[in-house]
């Protein structure tokens, strides 16, 4: 399975995107596991995402159909 991990703007957690799933997770650094709170859904053609330290924008790359 290939993710990319980065920081999250929820302080003790981080950012997790698993390839191939639409969904930005965010993992506690203390306890491992998943809030689901702090999920973001992500549109079907998009490839990458990174959300920022605020939390209001994010990097978004996508790949559109063709």
Known sequence: MEFTAFFH???GHVQI???GEPVIR???LR???ENK???VELGPD???AVLD???DFAV???TPAI
Request: proline share 8%.
């Open 9 to 11: 703007p929820e302080p």
């Open 17 to 19: 995107l698993v390839a």
């Open 26 to 28: 965010a993992v506690s």
């Open 31 to 33: 306890t491992g596991k």
């Open 37 to 39: 709170r702090l999920q």
């Open 46 to 48: 998009v490839s990458t």
């Open 53 to 55: 330290r605020s939390g």
């Open 60 to 62: 978004v790359q996508y």
